[in-house]
Every structure is written in structure tokens, then in C-alpha cells.
């Protein structure tokens, strides 16, 4: 067993987070009668109704019914405007007799004006540690940046105002505001803290958390590093162990003390000091499935592991409520193809599902045909052999149409199998028929087929991992991993780095709590992008599961453009 500590200077203070729920588009309907909510909430000094969206309501009836503009309810759920309503969504509506008289804003307005600093977020920090950092109070920075609320997004820009311009300090330094860590006055005085039971949904839309931060992190990593069988990943293991160290080093630096215990654990052995383990507060490790459920069988149930690079393990997700998969599924990637298509298709264009006869389980025809269905997609299907390839072409004319355009799922991920489809697909493109040929990232790994043929074939992958080259922390990183380690970082060094980045910031974030609020912690990284939630078997909800995508289009002028994030 190795073990490194990296220290650096104490993170401490309250978090108050407020769940914003996502929108759709609502249907232009007749709306009915809105009847004004009795639940309120006070957020950045502001009160506001919760109010909970039903069938046929639109922004003009609800705007209406409470006495706001539409542009109101808009300031007041940032988002909104692009994405819509959605049935049983929770949105903010401004309390008009609680707002700022039109003189107060004009002094905020003038205050802006002022000098300021401007400050990026990382995804860990919240206002408390960057109100810190800047010697101002949390209600200073939301004033100067017109905050409604707590939550945060990565790399959001703020504007920290001079110091003076901040309400006055206590001779302890710490601004004059309760204790709870929330602006509601008296009336909260001594209200208790609020851990969300672990699994509770995001109904409400405006929940408030106080959770404490950890400034302490401990985290066990379970690697192959020293496998006889060069095949056993131990090369990949030992770059992924570089990309997890340059993370514990940032995180260091930012204040988060990481204490980490590094088993080597090739060969099959599991020499840990399981003690040790057991009291971590996450687990990363060990890569195979094999592996992970020796592990999972003798691990303690409050000690969560997080598989960190095989999709095969997913399935344990079904047995283990204290087992997180971090790779997205091939499963998630279908689906989002299906999503995807269902975003580009015109009524006029045809869909086709294309697949290895005989693999019909295996593929999951069923999962996509019934997802299919599910978004009003009608679609045809094609199934044929390896050794049908050569006749297979005018089958494929007669599915598909030449006055629209084409989108062509290929559900497999044999090798052999696609080459032969795109090759036919290319016959189509070469005879001007208009396609969009949709597939899972499996497809960028097959050396036999023409990268050429990808691009004529204006082909879509949904990815668990893509790196953004042109993206300035990625070209950080590279930098300081060719700094500390004289070689150029592989994938499985950046899916080391997001990993103990994600983990260890959401441990320090939240404290012991942190697997509550893991649904609520969406986050993209440097490859990766995280998005779990639970597995549900029948009434029981289980591990986690990530389902965030990565959507890569190969452009006609040989170009990789990144489409969509979480």
C-alpha cells in the first residue's frame, strides 16, 4: 500500500442550496383558471411563491393571476425562457410586495459601476468560501451580482465588490448575518439543519439545504498498478493513478485536504487494509467487474465505491445501494440517439434502426424500439448477416427516401458488422441521398473503417468521453501533466483527474451527506460528464448510474464539433 497526504489550508463554513427544477416546452392550450399558491420561499432576501405548473397553464396566465410580467417570472428562473414549462415543474414567482422599491435598485445599479474583481467559480466552492477568499459578506456578492439565489454553476463569472462597500464585520471578521447561514431574519433564528433523506426527489424546486462543509477528504484508490499480465490494464491504471495525483495537487492547493490511501490490488489479491477502507469516504476501485464484486460482497454498506472505467460493471448498480458507476452506459448512449434524433427529425424524414440478425437481445432493439415509440418517432427496421452484405443495397433503397433526409441508427457494436453498414451507407450518400447516421461511441474505436467514410456518412456519436482540445482547463492540464510527469496525458489519466476532482469535491462540499445530494450534482469535467441518479427495481431505488452524454458530429469538412454537454 502507498500513501500520500496533500494539505492545504482549512475550507470550512455553510452551504445553502436551492434545487432549481429543469423545463420543457409547454403546448399553446387554452389555459385554465391559476390559483395562487400558499407556499412561499425567501431566497437572496426575496420572497417568493412556489407554484406549481398544471396542464394547459401558460407564462401570460399565471403572470396574470399573481399580478407579475412574464419578464418577472423570467429574472426569477433563470433558464426558463429558453427551455419552457413543463407539467408539475415548480417555478419562482416574485412577491411584488416584498421587491425592491425602483430608488434601491438605482443605487445597486450605481454600486456596479464601481470597481470590482472578477472571480471564476469552481464547481466545489460556494459563497461562503469565495466571500471569504475576498474579505466581503455572501449578501454583498449577491447584491452586487442580482443573485435570487445560493446555487452556483461552474466557471460562472462573478463580481466581488470592494470591501468597503460590504456590510460591517464582527471583531471576529465574519459578517454579521445568523448563524443558520440563511437571510430570513429572526423568524429562522435557531432552526435546525436539513439533511435530505438520501433518494428524495426535486419536487419542490426550491428546497433549502444547510449542510457543512468537510475540509478533510480520505479516499482509498484501488488500482492494478503492477499486473505480470501487461493486458490487465496496469499501464492504464498507473496513468490513471497520475491524472488522480495532479487532481489530489489542485485540490490542495484550492484548500482541500486529501488524504490519499493508494492499494495496488493486480493480480486478483486484495490486500487492504479494510479498516482503513471502510472508514473512507469514498472508494475508487478497482476497475474490473470481477474485481469490484469481491469487493462490493465484503465491503461495509455505508462505504460507497465508484467504479471508475469499465461499462460492464454497471450491472451491479442493480444489487448494491452504495455502488456508483461513473461510465455512462451503452444503453444511456442509445437512448440519447434516439433523444437526438427525435431533436433533428422533420415530419417528411425517414428513421431506420439497423442491425446484426440475430443479435436482437444483445442489441437492445426492444429498449430502443419502445424508446422510439415513446417520443412519437415512427421508424422502420433493417436486419441482415455479415455475409448479406454485398446484396444488401437495394433493401436499404427501399427503405429509405430520397425527397428527405435519412437518419440511420446502426444498433451494434461489432466491428465487422458496422464497417460493412457504413460502407453500404456510403453507396447511399455517393447516389445524393440525404443521411444522418446515428451510433454509439464504440464506432470511433474501429481502426477498419475509413475515418473518410464517417464524415461523408454526417455520422452523430453519443459518448461517455470526449476531450474539448480548444477548452482552456483541458490545455491547463495537459501543461501541468507534461510539467510533473515528462509524457503527454492518455484518456485514462484526464478520467483519473475528473474522478478524484468530482469525488473528493462533493465529499468536501457536503460532508458525510454527500450520497444524498449526488443527484443534484451535475457536473462536466475535463472528458467526463456526471449525471447520476438512482436505479430503481421495482419500489426499491438501488446504486447510481451516470447518464450524462457527449454528442460528437462529424462534420462534411473532416471536422469534430461537441454539441451537447450534460
Same mark, same amino acid.
Given at each position: 500500500?502507498?500513501?500520500?497526504?496533500?494539505?492545504?489550508?482549512?475550507?470550512?463554513?455553510?452551504?445553502?442550496?436551492?434545487?432549481?427544477?429543469?423545463?420543457?416546452?409547454?403546448?399553446?392550450?387554452?389555459?385554465?383558471?391559476?390559483?395562487?399558491?400558499?407556499?412561499?420561499?425567501?431566497?437572496?432576501?426575496? &420572497?417568493?411563491?412556489?407554484?406549481?405548473?398544471?396542464?394547459?397553464?401558460?407564462?401570460?396566465?399565471?403572470?396574470?393571476?399573481?399580478?407579475?410580467?412574464?419578464?418577472?417570472?423570467?429574472?426569477?428562473?433563470?433558464?426558463?425562457?429558453?427551455?419552457?414549462?413543463?407539467?408539475?415543474?415548480?417555478?419562482?414567482?416574485?412577491?411584488?410586495?416584498?421587491?425592491?422599491?425602483?430608488?434601491?435598485?438605482?443605487?445597486?445599479?450605481?454600486?456596479?459601476?464601481?470597481?470590482?474583481?472578477?472571480?471564476?467559480?469552481?464547481?466545489? *466552492?460556494?459563497?461562503? =468560501?469565495?466571500?471569504?477568499?475576498?474579505?466581503?459578506?455572501? *449578501?454583498?456578492?449577491?447584491?452586487?451580482?442580482?443573485?435570487?439565489?445560493?446555487?452556483?454553476?461552474?466557471?460562472?463569472?462573478?463580481?466581488?465588490?470592494?470591501?468597503?462597500?460590504?456590510?460591517?464585520?464582527?471583531?471576529?471578521?465574519?459578517?454579521?448575518?445568523?448563524?443558520?447561514?440563511?437571510?430570513?431574519?429572526?423568524?429562522?433564528?435557531?432552526?435546525?439543519?436539513?439533511?435530505?433523506?438520501?433518494?428524495?426527489?426535486?419536487?419542490?424546486?426550491?428546497?433549502?439545504?444547510?449542510?457543512?462543509?468537510?475540509?478533510?477528504?480520505?479516499?482509498?484508490? &484501488?488500482?492494478? &498498478?503492477?499486473?505480470?499480465?501487461?493486458?490487465?490494464?496496469?499501464?492504464?491504471?498507473?496513468?490513471?493513478?497520475?491524472?488522480?495525483?495532479?487532481?489530489?495537487?489542485?485540490?490542495?492547493?484550492?484548500?482541500?485536504?486529501?488524504?490519499?490511501?493508494?492499494?495496488?490490488?493486480?493480480?486478483?489479491?486484495? /490486500?487492504?487494509?479494510?479498516?482503513?477502507?471502510?472508514?473512507?469516504?469514498?472508494?475508487?476501485?478497482?476497475?474490473?467487474?470481477?474485481?469490484?464484486?469481491?469487493?462490493?460482497?465484503?465491503?461495509?454498506?455505508?462505504?460507497?465505491?465508484?467504479?471508475?472505467?469499465?461499462?460492464?460493471?454497471?450491472?451491479?448498480?442493480?444489487?448494491?445501494?452504495?455502488?456508483?458507476? /461513473?461510465?455512462?452506459?451503452?444503453?444511456?448512449?442509445?437512448?440519447?440517439?434516439?433523444?437526438?434524433?427525435?431533436?433533428?427529425?422533420?415530419?417528411?424524414?425517414?428513421?431506420?434502426?439497423?442491425?446484426?440478425?440475430?443479435?436482437?437481445?444483445?442489441?437492445?432493439?426492444?429498449?430502443?424500439?419502445?424508446?422510439?415509440? *415513446?417520443?412519437?418517432?415512427?421508424?422502420?427496421?433493417?436486419?441482415?448477416?455479415?455475409?448479406?452484405?454485398?446484396?444488401?443495397?437495394?433493401?436499404?433503397?427501399?427503405?429509405?427516401?430520397?425527397?428527405?433526409?435519412?437518419?440511420?441508427?446502426?444498433?451494434?457494436?461489432?466491428?465487422?458488422?458496422?464497417?460493412?453498414?457504413?460502407?453500404?451507407?456510403?453507396?447511399? =450518400?455517393?447516389?445524393?441521398?440525404?443521411?444522418?447516421?446515428?451510433?454509439?461511441?464504440?464506432?470511433?474505436?474501429?481502426?477498419?473503417?475509413?475515418?473518410?467514410?464517417?464524415?461523408?456518412?454526417?455520422?452523430?456519436?453519443?459518448?461517455?468521453?470526449?476531450?474539448?482540445?480548444?477548452?482552456?482547463?483541458?490545455?491547463?492540464?495537459?501543461?501541468?501533466?507534461?510539467?510533473?510527469?515528462?509524457?503527454?496525458?492518455?484518456?485514462?489519466?484526464?478520467?483519473?483527474?475528473?474522478?478524484?476532482?468530482?469525488?473528493?469535491?462533493?465529499?468536501?462540499?457536503?460532508?458525510?451527506?454527500?450520497?444524498?445530494?449526488?443527484?443534484? *450534482?451535475?457536473?462536466?469535467?475535463?472528458?467526463?460528464?456526471?449525471?447520476?441518479?438512482?436505479?430503481?427495481?421495482?419500489?426499491?431505488?438501488?446504486?447510481?448510474?451516470?447518464? /450524462?452524454?457527449?454528442? =460528437?458530429?462529424?462534420?462534411?469538412?473532416?471536422? &469534430?464539433?461537441?454539441?451537447?454537454?450534460?
Amino acid at each position: 500500500m502507498m500513501k500520500k497526504n496533500f494539505s492545504a489550508a482549512l475550507i470550512s463554513g455553510l452551504l445553502i442550496i436551492a434545487a432549481t427544477p429543469e423545463y420543457t416546452h409547454a403546448q399553446d392550450y387554452e389555459a385554465p383558471q391559476v390559483t395562487i399558491s400558499r407556499e412561499k420561499t425567501r431566497m437572496g432576501g426575496k &420572497l417568493y411563491y412556489s407554484h406549481i405548473v398544471l396542464e394547459k397553464q401558460t407564462l401570460y396566465s399565471i403572470s396574470k393571476a399573481y399580478g407579475v410580467t412574464v419578464d418577472d417570472i423570467y429574472n426569477a428562473n433563470p433558464g426558463l425562457k429558453e427551455t419552457g414549462l413543463k407539467k408539475n415543474a415548480v417555478i419562482l414567482i416574485p412577491e411584488m410586495s416584498d421587491q425592491e422599491p425602483e430608488k434601491t435598485r438605482k443605487k445597486k445599479s450605481e454600486k456596479k459601476e464601481a470597481e470590482y474583481i472578477t472571480h471564476t467559480v469552481r464547481w466545489y *466552492e460556494d459563497l461562503d =468560501v469565495i466571500a471569504e477568499k475576498y474579505g466581503v459578506t455572501v *449578501e454583498a456578492i449577491m447584491e452586487f451580482n442580482d443573485l435570487k439565489g445560493r446555487k452556483l454553476k461552474n466557471r460562472q463569472k462573478l463580481r466581488i465588490p470592494p470591501a468597503d462597500q460590504s456590510p460591517v464585520l464582527s471583531p471576529a471578521g465574519e459578517a454579521s448575518e445568523p448563524e443558520t447561514g440563511n437571510d430570513t431574519g429572526a423568524a429562522n433564528a435557531g432552526s435546525s439543519q436539513t439533511i435530505p433523506a438520501e433518494g428524495a426527489g426535486d419536487n419542490t424546486g426550491s428546497n433549502i439545504m444547510h449542510l457543512f462543509r468537510k475540509n478533510h477528504v480520505d479516499i482509498s484508490l &484501488l488500482l492494478p &498498478l503492477n499486473a505480470r499480465d501487461s493486458t490487465s490494464g496496469s499501464r492504464s491504471s498507473m496513468d490513471f493513478y497520475c491524472g488522480a495525483l495532479l487532481a489530489a495537487r489542485q485540490l490542495g492547493v484550492d484548500g482541500i485536504n486529501i488524504d490519499l490511501s493508494v492499494y495496488d490490488v493486480a493480480d486478483g489479491q486484495m /490486500a487492504i487494509d479494510r479498516e482503513k477502507v471502510n472508514s473512507s469516504d469514498v472508494v475508487i476501485g478497482p476497475v474490473s467487474p470481477g474485481a469490484l464484486g469481491n469487493l462490493m460482497s465484503t465491503i461495509q454498506n455505508s462505504t460507497y465505491v465508484v467504479s471508475p472505467l469499465d461499462h460492464r460493471a454497471e450491472k451491479m448498480a442493480l444489487s448494491y445501494r452504495n455502488f456508483i458507476q /461513473a461510465p455512462s452506459s451503452s444503453a444511456a448512449q442509445y437512448a440519447d440517439l434516439v433523444d437526438w434524433i427525435g431533436e433533428e427529425k422533420s415530419p417528411h424524414d425517414s428513421v431506420l434502426v439497423i442491425y446484426e440478425k440475430g443479435t436482437e437481445e444483445k442489441a437492445g432493439i426492444k429498449v430502443i424500439a419502445d424508446r422510439l415509440q *415513446e417520443n412519437s418517432i415512427g421508424f422502420q427496421t433493417l436486419s441482415y448477416s455479415i455475409l448479406e452484405g454485398r446484396d444488401i443495397a437495394n433493401t436499404l433503397r427501399n427503405k429509405m427516401t430520397l425527397t428527405a433526409k435519412n437518419h440511420l441508427m446502426i444498433a451494434s457494436e461489432s466491428e465487422a458488422f458496422v464497417n460493412d453498414v457504413i460502407r453500404n451507407i456510403n453507396l447511399m =450518400v455517393h447516389e445524393k441521398y440525404d443521411v444522418a447516421v446515428y451510433a454509439s461511441s464504440k464506432i470511433r474505436g474501429f481502426e477498419t473503417i475509413e475515418g473518410e467514410n464517417l464524415h461523408n456518412a454526417n455520422l452523430h456519436v453519443s459518448t461517455s468521453y470526449y476531450i474539448d482540445y480548444d477548452q482552456k482547463e483541458v490545455q491547463d492540464f495537459i501543461m501541468e501533466y507534461r510539467a510533473l510527469f515528462n509524457t503527454e496525458p492518455t484518456p485514462f489519466a484526464f478520467q483519473g483527474y475528473d474522478i478524484m476532482m468530482y469525488f473528493a469535491g462533493i465529499c468536501s462540499k457536503y460532508g458525510n451527506a454527500w450520497p444524498s445530494m449526488l443527484p443534484f *450534482e451535475d457536473e462536466e469535467m475535463l472528458q467526463s460528464g456526471f449525471k447520476f441518479s438512482r436505479v430503481s427495481v421495482g419500489m426499491s431505488e438501488i446504486g447510481f448510474v451516470n447518464t /450524462a452524454i457527449r454528442r =460528437v458530429t462529424y462534420g462534411p469538412d473532416f471536422s &469534430l464539433s461537441l454539441s451537447k454537454g450534460l
